[in-house]
């Protein structure tokens, strides 16, 4: 069993910051990719940000210059790190954990419940 607890979303005006941060937990053995998906009012998911266990990251091009996406391995936890947040970043932003390998054998992707983020024009 794997659980990803997301925080950090909340309530921010236009040109400031935030700071996600999603926790993986669980009979982990590795895992692969870290990364952020959001999910903006009447659209569908789509990636904002992924890095890998080496450290590689790629960003959407909507975010690029202003997220910046981080990893802590021993704490198995992904941050996400948004300057110059504009309204068109609103929505529900997701963790995800990819290539996750359990202890007991096994391998797949898990998702975090998900955490609102809400830009002010």
């Known amino acids: 069993q794997v659980q990803l607890v997301e925080s950090g979303g ?13 926790a993986a937990s669980g009979s982990i053995f590795s895992i692969n ?10 659209k569908q998911r789509e990636l904002v940000a992924v890095i890998t266990s080496g450290g590689r990251a790629n960003y959407a091009d909507s975010v690029k210059g202003r997220f ?3 990893r802590e391995n021993v704490k198995r936890t992904v941050y996400l790190q948004m300057n110059s ?20 054998g096994g391998m797949g992707d898990y998702w ?3 955490t609102q983020v809400t830009v002010s024009s």
């Open 33 to 42: 990719a870290m990364g952020w998906y959001r999910r903006a009012p009447g």
């Open 112 to 114: 975090g419940q998900g």
């Open 85 to 104: 947040l504009k309204p068109e970043d609103t929505g529900v932003y997701y963790c995800k954990a990819e290539d996750v390998q359990i202890v007991t």
């Open 68 to 70: 910046t996406i981080s």
């Open 10 to 22: 909340g309530l921010v005006q236009a040109g400031g910051s935030l700071r996600l941060s999603c």
